[in-house]
């Protein structure tokens, strides 16, 4: 299946900036749909922002204008630029991929993928 692996998480102060990224692994050819979520302990994982094969973006209303996703070329890594933090944005953030493998034609959908988490904390 598709492996995600995370970084770039850490502890920031109000108004700090922190770039997170994500990659996509597990066969030669692949392409990915890619978002990120937050979960904070005792509460449902929320989406934050995604990005699909055609660089459509969206964003949770908010961080609209705080944070910017972007994706490689080869959609296969996902990164996510937060800026104006807030201490309100601290929690742990996964990466989630959709994404399509092919072995000769055609892309064929694969299991969706989560990452392992990378804790963001702001403090005031």
């Known amino acids: 299946g598709v492996h995600l692996v995370e970084s770039g998480g850490g502890s920031v102060q109000a108004g700090g900036s922190l770039r997170l990224s994500c990659t996509a692994s597990?066969?030669?050819?692949?392409?990915?749909?890619m978002s990120w979520y937050q979960q904070t302990p005792g509460k449902e994982r929320e989406f934050v922002s995604g990005?699909?094969?055609?660089?459509?973006?969206s964003y949770a209303d908010s961080v609209k204008g705080r944070f910017d996703i972007s994706q490689d070329s080869a959609k296969t890594t996902v990164y996510l630029e937060m800026n104006g933090l807030k201490p309100e944005d601290t929690a742990m953030y996964y990466c989630?991929?959709?994404?399509?493998?092919?072995?000769?034609?055609?892309?064929?959908?694969?299991?969706?993928?989560w990452g392992q988490g990378t804790q963001v904390t702001v403090s005031a």
């Open positions: 597990g066969y030669t050819y692949l392409r990915c749909a």
């Open positions: 990005i699909q094969r055609d660089g459509l973006t």
């Open positions: 989630k991929a959709e994404c399509q493998r092919r072995q000769g034609l055609p892309w064929i959908r694969v299991d969706d993928a």
